[in-house]
């Protein structure tokens, strides 16, 4: 099964420069680029404008993107995390494994 990965940034110029590199790479089929609002603790309560960038991506792809997202991610501590896609439309599932091959495809 695929895999949604996630992570945020707090530039919207920088998420669109990552999702066109990661999609570039063959490391997903697809980035959905979305602002939200976070609160969260570091360094005390914060609550902060960010873009979260979805992944869909595959099991042999999420190496490859795991180590572009952390070497290129401007955060001390990049959240970064992916989970399996139980169940969806076959076609589309088939799609994302299917583009998001990774690098060496």
């Known amino acids: 099964m695929p895999l949604l ?14 999702a066109h590199a990661v999609v570039k790479a063959g ?7 979305q602002p939200i609002t976070s609160v969260y603790d570091w360094n005390g309560l ?3 404008a960010e873009i979260r960038l979805m992944f869909k991506t595959s099991h042999a792809a999420w190496p ?15 959240a970064l995390w992916a989970v399996e896609i139980a169940a969806g439309a076959d076609s ?10 990774g690098p060496e495809s």
Do not use: G, N
């Open 5 to 18: 990965a996630y992570t945020t940034l707090d530039d919207d110029q920088a998420a669109k420069a990552l």
């Open 27 to 33: 490391l997903a089929a697809c980035v959905h680029i």
């Open 46 to 48: 914060q609550e902060d």
């Open 64 to 78: 490859a993107l795991r180590s572009l997202v952390l070497r290129d991610h401007p955060y001390d501590e990049p």
């Open 92 to 101: 589309f599932l088939d799609w994302i494994d299917a583009t998001a091959t």
